[in-house]
């Protein structure tokens, strides 16, 4: 069955990185298009970036320059590395993808961004 499974998360000052994994299985990595998402106390879930299976990428416009998605396809684990983080990114992080038709969505990682 697909899994995805998101770590990395963690509670950090504003200006600060973290780097998020999402380590999928029970489908062919490679071939599919990833993305991560993020989601507010209060707020609905949003896209923030996401890259092809043949790696292009793209980005929410409020991440653009500071957050990059990226893949490693022999390990199969996409990742999002997050910089100059700000109080408006602390959400919780899901990787996402879709496998014949049907969206999958992992747990799940808290970002806490502090002032």
């Known amino acids: 069955q697909v899994q995805l499974v998101e770590s990395g998360g963690g509670l950090v000052q504003a200006g600060g990185s973290l780097r998020l994994s999402c380590a999928a299985s029970?489908?062919?990595?490679?071939?599919?298009?990833m993305g991560w998402y993020r989601q507010a106390p209060g707020k609905q879930r949003e896209w923030v970036a996401g890259?092809?299976?043949?790696?292009?990428?793209n980005y929410a416009n409020s991440v653009k320059g500071r957050f990059t998605i990226s893949r490693d396809n022999a390990k199969n684990t996409l990742y999002l590395q997050m910089n100059t983080l700000k109080p408006e990114d602390t959400a919780v992080y899901y990787c996402?993808?879709?496998?014949?038709?049907?969206?999958?969505w992992g747990q799940g990682t808290q970002v806490t961004v502090s002032s």
């Open positions: 890259i092809t299976s043949t790696g292009t990428t």
């Open positions: 996402n993808t879709r496998v014949r038709g049907s969206s999958y």
């Open positions: 029970g489908f062919i990595f490679s071939i599919n298009g």
